[in-house]
């Protein structure tokens, strides 16, 4: 495989820029402001939202060990591409369960500057779909160089986790563990 | 302790993303000879930026207690010092047997410098166990935690180094 030139790598940037402005601005105008939302079997949205960004970072975790087992870091068995997929499917799962949480925070929210952690909470929340989709746009091409793929992988986890770090485990060291 | 707790867990994550971009520049890991000195840094480097990464974690979540966390911290320090050991004997075991070359004090660094952090989050925990006062802990993993930092941050400049040297060497 040929390699392409290091300027093909401005486009899962640009993908990753244009993504996080749209959402900011998105989160900006708090289109869907004061409708009501689901909460399945929690006791209310708030507490539905910590537990599945809780299990998403979870699965990013996961992530990070498949990784390092395909990466060669470590070792464990069993051999084989088994955790090329467990990977990939975690990945998706973790992404899927993202959506509603986002959609709560883009629309119903929306971007909020009253506090540091909320300033980073919302900067960070804007910029998750864009490394996600910049992270898609290396895997489904060929020819970028090999440290792209992990470059994105680990942006993607780290801004995951600062979500995290900001938001349900402040809320779960603030008010409780509950469902 | 929390806000840095927080600082180091976002760090040590953010650094590991750079790892696996440290290892991808340069020769596959696998095989023998100087690749598998490499291979050792890495999977070293791995484990240092593994455990600060989730003891940070564990101490930020909301249910731990004193003891708990020493009794974490005390896995972390054994899993550590074994993961160190396994990881670097078939490197020492090459270079006794005569297989490979390398300067002997800084490959020899590369297995005590992570020995002796472990071995004081190690103390630290000890003490902790026998103390009411939960700072204990806390001061020995803010200690420990710069330490092994430095030396993460020394082996992933390493690795990038030595990678971008053996790639761009000519054939």
Same mark, same amino acid.
């Given at each position: 495989?040929?390699?392409?030139? !290091?300027a093909?790598?401005?486009?899962?940037?640009v993908?990753?820029?244009?993504?996080?402005?749209?959402?900011?601005?998105?989160?900006?105008?708090?289109?869907?402001?004061?409708k009501p939302?689901?909460?399945?079997?929690?006791?209310?949205?708030i507490?539905?939202?910590?537990?599945?960004?809780? =299990?998403a970072? $979870?699965l990013?975790?996961?992530q990070?060990?498949? =990784?390092?087992?395909?990466y060669g870091?470590?070792?464990? /068995?069993?051999?084989?591409?088994l955790?090329?997929? $467990?990977?990939r499917?975690?990945?998706?799962t973790?992404i899927?369960?993202?959506?509603?949480?986002?959609y709560?925070?883009?629309f119903l929210? %929306?971007?909020?500057?009253?506090?540091?952690?909320?300033?980073?909470?919302s900067l960070?929340?804007s910029a998750?779909?864009g490394?996600f989709?910049g992270?898609?746009?290396i895997?489904?091409?060929?020819?970028? /160089?090999?440290?792209a793929?992990?470059?994105?992988?680990?942006?993607?986890?780290?801004?995951l986790? %600062?979500?995290?770090?900001s938001?349900a485990?402040?809320f779960?060291?603030n008010r409780?563990?509950g469902? | 302790?929390?806000?840095?707790?927080?600082?180091?867990? %976002?760090?040590?994550a953010?650094?590991? %993303?750079?790892?696996?971009?440290?290892?991808?520049?340069?020769?596959?890991?696998?095989g023998?000879g100087?690749v598998? !000195?490499r291979?050792?840094?890495?999977?070293?480097t791995?484990t240092?930026?593994?455990?600060?990464f989730?003891l940070?974690l564990?101490s930020l979540?909301?249910?731990?207690?004193?003891g708990?966390?020493?009794?974490?911290?005390?896995?972390?320090?054994?899993?550590?010092t074994?993961?160190a $050991?396994?990881?670097?004997?078939?490197?020492?075991?090459?270079k006794?047997?005569?297989?490979i070359?390398?300067?002997?004090?800084q490959?020899a660094?590369l297995?005590?410098?992570?020995l002796?952090?472990?071995?004081?989050?190690?103390?630290g925990?000890? !003490?902790?166990?026998?103390?009411?006062?939960?700072?204990?802990?806390?001061?020995?993993?803010?200690?420990?935690?710069?330490?092994?930092?430095?030396?993460g941050?020394?082996?992933?400049?390493?690795?990038l180094?030595?990678g971008?040297q053996?790639?761009t060497?000519?054939s």
């Amino acid at each position: 495989m040929q390699p392409r030139s !290091r300027a093909w790598l401005a486009i899962p940037l640009v993908a990753f820029a244009l993504v996080s402005l749209t959402i900011g601005l998105a989160a900006h105008q708090r289109l869907g402001a004061g409708k009501p939302y689901f909460h399945l079997f929690f006791t209310d949205t708030i507490h539905m939202k910590v537990w599945l960004v809780t =299990a998403a970072i $979870v699965l990013a975790l996961s992530q990070l060990l498949t =990784a390092s087992r395909i990466y060669g870091l470590l070792h464990f /068995p069993p051999p084989g591409r088994l955790y090329n997929i $467990v990977h990939r499917w975690s990945g998706r799962t973790a992404i899927a369960l993202t959506l509603p949480v986002a959609y709560h925070c883009i629309f119903l929210l %929306g971007f909020s500057t009253y506090s540091t952690r909320v300033y980073i909470h919302s900067l960070l929340g804007s910029a998750i779909y864009g490394a996600f989709i910049g992270k898609v746009v290396i895997v489904r091409s060929s020819g970028f /160089p090999g440290w792209a793929l992990p470059l994105a992988g680990g942006t993607l986890f780290s801004v995951l986790l %600062g979500l995290w770090l900001s938001s349900a485990l402040w809320f779960l060291s603030n008010r409780g563990i509950g469902l | 302790m929390a806000t840095y707790y927080v600082v180091c867990a %976002g760090a040590a994550a953010t650094l590991v %993303g750079l790892l696996f971009v440290a290892v991808q520049i340069g020769p596959p890991l696998s095989g023998v000879g100087p690749v598998r !000195r490499r291979h050792a840094m890495a999977r070293s480097t791995f484990t240092i930026f593994a455990i600060i990464f989730a003891l940070s974690l564990y101490s930020l979540t909301p249910f731990n207690n004193p003891g708990g966390r020493a009794l974490v911290a005390l896995a972390a320090a054994g899993t550590g010092t074994v993961r160190a $050991v396994l990881t670097w004997i078939p490197v020492w075991r090459d270079k006794l047997q005569g297989r490979i070359e390398f300067r002997l004090w800084q490959t020899a660094w590369l297995l005590v410098g992570p020995l002796l952090a472990y071995g004081y989050l190690a103390f630290g925990a000890f !003490r902790q166990l026998g103390s009411t006062d939960p700072s204990l802990l806390d001061n020995t993993a803010a200690g420990v935690f710069i330490l092994l930092f430095v030396i993460g941050l020394r082996n992933s400049w390493n690795l990038l180094v030595e990678g971008t040297q053996e790639t761009t060497k000519p054939s």
